[in-house]
RNA sequence: GGUGGAGUGGCCGAGAGGAUAGGCAGCGGCCUGCAAAGCCGUCCACACGGGUUCGAAUCCCGUCUCCACCUCCA
């Protein structure tokens, strides 16, 4: 029952052997919070979630850190010809990324650091790459100080890629480096820029420099050697190749594994603002039920792409309420019989796995669904005491993977005011129908069904009455 | 130019030397007053060309196509 995880540093699968016995630290690569998140990023939250949830159904104590990075080059120049603060515009989409989040169900981190609050260990790291001779300040006024990528021999291992088979960065204004490749680990305060976006720091007034809030964080809330790095695959260059490189030069020996989720593409391609095919959170979030939602982004393999198309969201739709059926169909055959509520919730050996190895969420879910087929089919045999473990399984595997549907947040039990007065109408309504059928009198049996499914109420006739639910 | 990844049945999507992945859609049957739901069966695919092997979707060689990254990216 050993976990494995492909690690792309060392591109293979490797056991997950935590640093601390029983503990599992992960650093998440958060959002840039400069605009609306879109289905990209709440598959990657997502992913993280998931693995979570995993590490802790094995046994793990799992902190999860994922930032936001709330200071950077976009969200001051998003906020620059307007009226609002950039600090008010971070914070506005950080609350819309959050929105996401939670209506996935994806739980909240351990912590969600804010690059704005860890000024002081960027300084700290800094200069400790400046002492070392990994890092300069620039030569000009600028203020800036950068990273000496030429200084750091194995820079480019994350990825595997030699510093001269880089093409020579297109960046603009080379400014203070002293080669292309170098990056910004400060950035010293422009006049252009407000004062509430410069920091004081011994090599000038400034704010940090993209990557180095990263390293920062995760070694001051993880330690400076932890377990798992995670983030968007699209992150490895640079964002975690420059991290990796300031903070192994510092003398951190920083994650053990780095873990890289797949990105979601339209039509063949990775969603951009460029080619404007990108699906918002939210939008996404109306065209489906947030369930439904989760299902879909979730089904796939963690680290294989997803290429949306029209109808998926349909697709999963059916393939979800299978398994709402099943869950729903048990309880109400075993509702009043000495095996209601019964099932102990155990993951079957298979699903766990399939779980263990990588994250193989699409083999778990054939898991689930042949649990469902077998599920149904002791149902049919009126085999109660195979349903009701059967139940129990689908009960535990739906719960690990945060899609089952009878607890929260997806549980829509019916606690409102509303609902006993509908129920009392839609039973009053059954019971005309039934009187109808023994009657045989189908055309008005037909038409009392008909009005229920044009107010949304399916029916459902079994051996043991007549069931209802809104669909 | 460099570094990775991918091509699987009508669609989605796993697998990685020898059994049925799974879901959706379709078809046939059972059940039903008829439906719906459910069950059973069916649909036997792996980009192309060679090779290795008793056996290849899976390994090797070559070819084609697509995607991502190479200092904005989840």
Known sequence: MTVRLYDSRSQSVVDLVPLVEGEVGIYVCGPTVQSSPHIGHLRSALVYDLWRRWLSYRGYRVTLVRNVTDIDDKILASAADDPEQWWALAYRFELEFSAGYTALG????????????????????????????????AADA???VYFDTASWPTYGELTRQKLAD?????????????????????????PTEPESASWGSPWGAGRPGWHIECSAMASRYLGSRFDIHGGGLDLRFPHH???????????????????????????????????GN????????????????????????YRSTIDYHDGALVEAEAALERIETFLTRVDRRLEGTDRAGSGAPVIPDAFAAAMDDDLAVPQALAVLHDAIRSGNAALDADDLEAAARIRGQVFAMTDVLGINPLLAPWSTAATSEAAPALARLVERLLADRDTAREAKDFAAADRIRDELAGAGIQLDDTPHGTQWSIA
């Open 106 to 137: 994806i739980q909240a981190p351990t912590y969600e650091p804010r690059a704005t609050a860890s000024i002081g260990q960027m300084h700290e790291l800094i200069q400790r790459l400046i002492d070392a001779g990994h890092a300069y300040p």
């Open 142 to 144: 600028s203020g800036d």
């Open 166 to 190: 880089m093409e020579p960065a297109a960046d603009a204004d080379p400014r203070g480096k002293r080669d292309p490749r170098d990056f910004a680990l400060w950035k010293g305060h422009k």
């Open 241 to 275: 190749e420059n991290e990796l490189a300031q903070s192994t030069a510092a003398g951190d020996p920083f994650a053990n594994y780095w873990v890289h989720n797949g990105l979601v593409n339209i039509g063949g391609q990775k969603m951009s603002k460029s080619l």
């Open 278 to 301: 990108s699906i918002y959170a939210a939008e996404f979030l109306q065209s489906a039920r947030p369930l439904v939602v989760r299902y879909y982004l979730g089904s796939a393999h």
